[in-house]
Every structure is written in C-alpha cells, then in structure tokens.
C-alpha cells in the first residue's frame, strides 16, 4: 500500500512530528509512505528513513495564521504560493497513493485551503481514487465562527472517507473542543494517542535531577525561558537546563545567555525524551507531543499552555491534565520566576504519578484503519 501524507507547520514542529510518527508505523507495517512537508525544516526531529518531500515552506508571522511568510522572510505572494501546489499536486501524480491523508486540514490550516483542494481535487480524479483520510489530534483550537465548522464539515462530506482523531477517546473527545454534527460523527475514527514508544532511560542519565525547560521549535516560548532564566536564580540548589529549539537557537541562547542566570543554555537535543525519564520535574507549554512524552515518562511538569492569538487548544488540553499527581498550570499572564519557583517545588512534592494509563497505540491503530478502508491494496 502507497500512502502520501501532506502536513504543514507552521508555528511550532508538532504537527510535523506527529505526521512522521504515523510515517514510520506505516513504513514498519511494509507500507510505501511519503510525507510531504510544507513548513520550514525542523532539523531537531529525527527524519533519518523518511521519504520526505520539502514544499517551498512556510511560516506564520508570529500568530497570525492568515500572514504567511516564505523562505526569504518575505510575505508569500501568489507565484510562491502556486510553486507549493504544485509542487504537493505533483507528489501525488508521481505516487499514485492508495491512502491520502491530510493533517489537520479541513479542520485547520484555511489560510492554505486553494492548495488542500487542488490536492483533493487532483485525488478524486485519479484513474483510481485513494482512500482519503484527515488526521487531527485529540483537541482543535475551536472555531471562531460557526460557520466554520460548517465549511469543514463540507469539505468532508465531499472529498473524505474518514477522520483518524488522534486521542484517547475515555480521555478526550473531539466535542471537547470542536462542534460534531452527525454527518462528522459518522466519520470519526478513535485511534489512541499518536506517540513514538516510549523512550525509556537515558544511557548517560542525562538531566538527572535536573529542571528541564523547554519550548518546541518556535519563538514563542520566549517569555517561558525568560522567566525560567529567573527562576534559576532563586533556586540554585535545583540545577536548571533550557533546551531551545529552532534554526536560529545559537543566536537566541547567545541571547539568553546574557541574563547571567546559572541554568545551563543548550539547543533541543534529539535525546530529550529519555532525558524526561531522569528529569526532577519539566517545564514546558502544553503541545500534543509535549503531553504524550511527559504522560509517558511520568515526569512532574508544569504547563503553561501557548494562548497567544486567542489560541485554546493548549489551554484545553492542560486543564485535562491539571487533576492528574504531579501537574502543575501556570496561565502565561500569571507566570512570573517566582510563581514559576513556587510551581516547580509543587510538583516536586506531590505523589508520584503512574508513566502510561493511556492508549498509546494511535499510529498503529491509524495503519490498521487506512489498509482497512484502501480494501487491502498492494
């Protein structure tokens, strides 16, 4: 079976992450699978045995979702614009997939939708259509408008087999955060969380004991380091270690750096995960990857939820959280170095929590629904 997977990030790198780990369950399954990427490369995540195709990217201007910058910084015009589609469009002639999914579109990236449906488009008028699937994880930033989830719920109805929701669904349903009609709730296939397995411990025990910061692969975790660079200060007994993220993390530690704090500056290491498992306590916002590593880890952590722009979907998820030993939420107009202090030391109090409890299984599981719905082909 052939499967081609069209993501594009435009913030941070989860959604890109997310597409990979569905790469490589369909890759281990004997399947041909291809993720082609539209946002700037991550060179933090791990790619090594992925057939990636990299789009002309792009990025948002900060939160603005609607102002798309290209590679040069310049605001995406039409030509640049039309090179992606075509490029994406091109990807799918040459591979001829049995199994299309799109990630988060309809349900997101509207600011993209002339290249989603010349994609779905170009599908539905294959010699032989392939299954065609969306992927969204556990919580959607709600819709602004009504309307909005009409227009998507159009756009299933017209070009979709089925939509692979990434969650738990005794944890979380997709009413939690987005409005499900029953044409929608037809479509809708519960996959478990999408997470890589579990990483396990740290050959080196690297981050023992440690604070461990970190912020994905955007500029906004910005005020979440400052404060962290703060909060270091008033604990110097609890080593501190920031893990920054991004292209330009050189230029931005070296920023950082004059703060004078005793945290320890580094750029986001591929070993992070295993680094949770010895970790005193995490700090970080609260992502769909994010969450997984630490539900998985069983690492005391403190959120503070990206809400920015009107932004929810962090906010959501970690209010889902807050009951669980061990979580902490700090909302970022109350995040300060001593209310961030005060959050660590809560953690590193409470009882300890139980690593897993949860489905993880989610990229297995979309495999096994994808070759169901393509009939078994080869």
């Known amino acids: 079976m052939k499967v081609l997977i069209a993501v594009t990030h435009l913030l941070g790198t989860g959604h890109l992450a997310r597409a990979l780990t569905l790469a490589r369950a369909f890759s281990a399954a004997g399947h041909q699978v291809q993720v082609a990427s539209g946002g700037f490369p991550a060179p933090q995540l791990n790619i090594d045995g992925i057939d990636l195709v990299q789009l002309p990217p792009l990025r948002s201007d900060g939160v603005n979702f609607t102002r798309l910058l290209a590679e040069d910084g310049s605001l995406a015009d039409e030509a640049y614009l039309s090179r992606r589609e075509n490029a994406l469009c091109s990807a799918l002639h040459a591979m001829q997939p049995d199994v299309l999914i799109t990630e988060l579109y309809p349900f997101g990236r509207r600011s993209l939708r002339k290249e989603f449906l010349a994609l779905l488009d170009a599908a539905h008028a294959m010699p032989r259509r392939p299954v065609i699937l969306s992927s969204i ?40 955060s987005w409005p499900v009609s029953r044409m929608l709730a037809a479509t809708l296939r519960y996959t478990g969380y999408v997470a890589p397995p579990a990483a396990g411990l740290h050959p080196e025990k690297a981050g023992s004991g440690e604070v461990l910061v970190s912020a994905g692969g955007g500029s906004v975790g910005t005020p979440l380091y400052q404060a962290a660079l703060k909060a270091a ?21 070296a920023e950082f750096a004059k703060a004078g704090s005793p945290a320890l500056l580094q750029p986001a290491r591929k070993d992070f995960r295993q680094m949770l498992s010895h970790a005193a306590a995490s700090v970080s916002m609260c992502g769909y990857n994010t969450a997984l590593d630490l539900l998985q880890a069983g690492t005391p952590a403190v959120l503070i939820p990206f809400d920015a722009g009107n932004e929810a ?49 989610g990229a297995a599981r979309s495999v096994k629904i994808a070759a169901e719905l393509a009939g078994g082909r080869e």
């Open 137 to 176: 994880r556990d919580i959607l930033a709600p819709p602004s408008k009504p309307e909005k989830a009409v227009k998507a719920d159009a756009v299933i109805a017209r070009f979709y087999d089925a939509v692979l929701v990434h969650s738990d669904p005794a944890a979380t349903k997709l009413e939690a």
């Open 233 to 253: 200060k008033l604990m110097p007994d609890t080593p501190w270690r920031l893990l920054v993220g991004g292209s330009d993390a050189g230029r931005r530690i």
């Open 313 to 361: 979907e962090q906010g959501l998820r970690a209010a889902s959280l807050a009951p669980l030993n061990g979580v902490q939420v700090l909302k970022t107009a109350e995040l300060s170095a001593e209310t961030l202090c005060a959050a660590v030391k809560a953690v590193l109090h409470a009882p300890p929590r139980v690593a897993g409890g949860f489905r993880f299984d």
